[in-house]
């Protein structure tokens, strides 16, 4: 076993978020590293593991920030900087604003975004051409941070 983590296959989507989560329900970060980009999904922050919760999506040809409320998808911004094999990708949220980043490099901002109170730090993988690895959260206090040893995710690899 590697900790890598895909999605189940074709026309399937699937979110998890950290199952012991005592850090902050509002300000948080979620990141992972990318081993194959071929579909969507990405680290998620504020997310109820159903059907809500902020993602920064990573494909081939660039990276998109989505609200997902109820299942529904509204894209927020898109960063034109397409991610590779080996490449960290980090989301944040404190207070109402987003901020993404690659490889600790800030990519995009998106401010007052508020549709989502509250939640935890996961992954959300649509298909199962997606895989990533090392994934890890935290927030900004003293809750510390969280690796995938905390994560019950689907897909393990």
């Known amino acids: 076993l590697t900790n890598r983590v895909a999605g189940f296959g074709v026309n399937t989507d699937a979110a998890d978020v950290i199952t012991s989560w005592s850090g902050s329900t509002t300000d948080q970060y979620s990141q992972v590293v990318v081993g194959t980009v071929a579909s969507d999904g990405g680290p998620t922050i504020r997310s109820d593991a159903t059907s809500t919760f902020y993602l920064l999506d990573i494909n081939t040809t660039a990276f998109r920030v989505y609200?997902?409320?109820?299942?529904?998808?509204?894209?927020?911004?898109?960063i034109t900087n397409a991610a590779v094999a080996t490449d960290t990708i980090y989301i944040e949220m404190q207070g109402s604003t987003?901020?993404?980043k690659k490889n600790g490099t800030t990519v995009?901002?998106?401010t007052s975004e508020s549709s989502i109170a509250s939640g935890k730090p996961g992954i959300f993988i649509s298909g199962a051409?997606?895989?990533?690895?090392n994934w890890a959260a935290g927030d900004f206090a003293a809750a510390g941070t969280y690796d995938a040893?905390?994560?019950c995710l689907m897909g393990i690899q």
Do not use: P, Y
Request: with cysteine; hydrophobic share 40%.
């Open 149 to 151: 040893s905390h994560l």
């Open 67 to 78: 609200k997902c409320v109820s299942g529904t998808f509204t894209q927020l911004s898109t």
């Open 129 to 133: 051409s997606l895989i990533v690895d």
């Open 108 to 110: 995009n901002t998106v």
């Open 98 to 100: 987003i901020i993404t």
